[in-house]
Structures are given as structure tokens and as C-alpha cells.
């Protein structure tokens, strides 16, 4: 395969995926609705349910929240019974924060999740388990990259917002 096909390729494949989140969006509204939370809130409660315990600073980083957005995001998350702060057993001073209940789904979105569920299977019909592993770890591999980009972005964004507001404030 000659490289600019193979450039193509992965453009190709990246732009598939782009479209996906994209179209992921109504679907993390339409659930944040039913469940009278904000799409972010929602998020971050799917995080705990699929990693375990987080600080609310490692929270903050991956939903690009500040702390203090965080901290409001959790007191919400908390009154809905989604999370709970938690004293770490190893360090009284660190607060974890442990999910909570699931979000109960209506029975029309459990639908749309079956169904969407369906769909998805039977795209994957014609791929081999071995292919649809490999494309997994594919996935995995972009995940971390472009969490590593995201942190370091954010990292050189915030220098340089520093940068200007200095420059704003001396003028």
C-alpha cells in the first residue's frame, strides 16, 4: 500500500470517528435530560462507573472542568445520588470521590439502546473477532493520544492565556 493511500486511510477512519462523537452528543443530552443533570455531570458519573474512585482534580482533567466547576459538578452529582465523597483510607487529607447509583434509563431510551445495540452488532458481522480486537486496541491507542494532546494543549493554552492576560493587565 503506497503511503498517501495509507494517509488517506487513517484520515478517513479519523473522520469516521469525529462523526461519531458528534452524533454521540444528542444521545449524552437526550440521557442527561432524563435524568434532570447536565450532560457534564453525566459524564463525569460515567467516568467513576467505569474507572473507580477519582480525586475531583483528576475529574476536572477529564471533562475539562476547573476545580471549582468540579466541586459544583460533584455537590450535584451527590445530591442525585450519583457520586460520593469518600476520606482516602491512605491519606486523610485526599478526598476520593466513588460512584454512585446508576442513572435508571426510561424505557424508551433502553429501547433506543437495544436497538442502536442491534445495529452496531450487526455492523461488526463481517469483521473477525481478530479485527474487531485489533481495531479495539487501535481505539485504545488514539484514546490515550489524544488525552496526552488534550493535557498538553491545555498545559501551553493556559501559559499563554497567562501570557496575555499579563499583557492585558499592564496595558
Not at 63 to 87: N, P, S, V
Not at 119 to 128: D, V
Amino acid at each position: 500500500m503506497t503511503t498517501a493511500r495509507r494517509t488517506d486511510l487513517i484520515v478517513s477512519y479519523l473522520q469516521s470517528w469525529k462523526k461519531i462523537v458528534q452524533l454521540a452528543i444528542p444521545w449524552v443530552d437526550a440521557i442527561a435530560a432524563s435524568q434532570g443533570v447536565h450532560p457534564t455531570d453525566l459524564i463525569a458519573a460515567s467516568y467513576l462507573h467505569d474507572v473507580g474512585p477519582a480525586t475531583a482534580g483528576r475529574l476536572a482533567e477529564i471533562t475539562g472542568l476547573t476545580t471549582g466547576a468540579m466541586t459544583a459538578c460533584i455537590d450535584r452529582l451527590e445530591r442525585q445520588g450519583f457520586a460520593k465523597r469518600q476520606t482516602d483510607p491512605n491519606d486523610r487529607r485526599k478526598v476520593m470521590i466513588k460512584p454512585g447509583k446508576l442513572p435508571k434509563l426510561s424505557k424508551e431510551l433502553l429501547a433506543f439502546r437495544a436497538s442502536a445495540m442491534s445495529k452496531a452488532e450487526n455492523a461488526f458481522s463481517q469483521c473477525t473477532d481478530a479485527e474487531i480486537g485489533r481495531m479495539t486496541e487501535c481505539m485504545q491507542k488514539l484514546a490515550a493520544i489524544l488525552e496526552n494532546e488534550g493535557h498538553q494543549f491545555k498545559k501551553s493554552h493556559r501559559r499563554s492565556m497567562t501570557r496575555k492576560k499579563d499583557a492585558q493587565s499592564n496595558d
